[in-house]
């Protein structure tokens, strides 16, 4: 969250999908992904690095919209586990064709625990079995009430698999986030989370980082978890190489000393010296534990 109000910029809000198995959450990242490429994107590799963004056409200019790829379930339970709050945005996928099922109930509670609005896609309405009123009558129950029943929960109809009706759940997001409070000072230095890491053959120990607020620069130490880092390059999801992330950026950074743990903040320190201290420290002490545990 943003602790400086003497610059406060909008930032692009950041979405996860959840929602019960084979729904659809995948097939949905993916055709999202790929309206991006229907809007022109700039050439560029498409690299996974756990988090991608689309730009959106909204009234006379574009809103950008980070999406995590990342399981939505996983990604709320690393945040309850750690109190960091990543997402701004949880789009709950209902397949038509199946309805409100155990983990659909348990994603509603998730998001609904963080205060993170909720957008509902009812998912295959292309299937012969598509019973999208029958969804939201059963979402009822959760306090998810559709607008045509007198709530305020957007509810889009969609197909992820045919690509139907994607622009519609794309301009809501964007509808949500604007009434929503998403602030970030560009001028401090950056904080956020840690998305996804793993130890890269060539490039070593790689992470993607979500910076959620102040802009993350090449060069910068930072501590994130007990990992001490100083950024030696940066890349966007399209392959891109960056000198400079703001608020809201999903990059991949290398040059950490190790691998950082998913869901681990991550925090830039004006001191190289500072930084490595602290997560010198952070690791004895993560050790301490360790041991003490296994004598337990
Ligand atoms: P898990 O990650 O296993 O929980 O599943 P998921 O929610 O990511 O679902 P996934 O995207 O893997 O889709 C499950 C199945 O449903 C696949 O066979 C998809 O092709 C199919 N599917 C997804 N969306 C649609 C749709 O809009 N229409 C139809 N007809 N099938 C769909
Ligand atoms: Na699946
Ligand atoms: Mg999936």
Redesign the pocket.
Known sequence: EATDLDNLHHRPPVVTVM??????????LDAIRKTRVAQGEAGGITQHIGAYHVDVPHEDSTKRIVFLDT?GHEAFTAMRARGAKVTDVAIL?V?ADDGVRPQTIEAIRHAQAAQVPIIVAI?????DGAQPDRVKTELMTYALVAEEYGGDTIMVP?????GHNLETLLEMIVLVSEVTDLYANPDRPAKGTVIEAHLDRARGPVATLLVQNGTLRVGDPLVAGAVFAKVRAMVNDQGQRLEAAPPSSAVEVWGLTEVPTAGDEFEVYGEEKQARALAQERAQLERTRQLTNRQI
């Open positions: 929602g019960h198995v084979d729904h659809g959450k995948t097939t949905l399981p996928v397949a998912n295959k309405i292309d299937k969609v197909s992820a698999l045919k």
